[in-house]
């Protein structure tokens, strides 16, 4: 069975990090296409960030050059690190992979989130002025 566990999630104030890790097990995902998902109450589930099955990464605009999403295959974990961190990124994070291999280099935008296949019950991010 296949199990994604995501940790990392604290209350921060607006300018510090965080580093959101996810635990994959129950299937070999190496090179599979993943990608942080969040969700602020009252909004539209968003993607963070993707890394395709080549290391390419995609990131939505607001957190470009503030966060980097990075895959350990050695230790099945997938990282988000989040600098700078601003109360508009106060969300619960969510990690997703997409069971499968994916190349998206000259493609501007990621793997829509509604085609992955596993999912992580989310860790919370909040983010004071």
């Known amino acids: 069975q296949v199990e994604v566990v995501e940790s990392g999630g604290d209350s921060v104030q607006a300018g510090g990090s965080l580093r959101l890790s996810c635990a994959i097990s129950?299937?070999?995902?190496?090179?599979?296409?993943m990608a942080w998902f969040r969700q602020a109450p009252g909004q539209e589930r968003e993607t963070v960030a993707f890394?395709?099955?080549?290391?390419?990464?995609k990131y939505m605009d607001s957190v470009e050059g503030r966060f980097t999403i990075s895959v350990d295959n050695a230790k099945n974990t997938l990282y988000l690190q989040m600098n700078d961190l601003k109360p508009e990124d106060t969300a619960i994070y969510y990690c997703?992979?997409?069971?499968?291999?994916?190349?998206?280099?000259?493609?501007?935008?990621?793997?829509?989130?509604?085609?992955?296949?596993?999912w992580g019950q989310g860790t919370q991010v909040t983010v004071s002025s």
């Open positions: 890394i395709d099955t080549e290391g390419h990464t």
């Open positions: 997703a992979s997409l069971g499968n291999y994916c190349y998206t280099e000259g493609i501007p935008t990621p793997v829509p989130g509604e085609l992955y296949s596993y």
């Open positions: 129950g299937y070999t995902y190496r090179g599979h296409c």
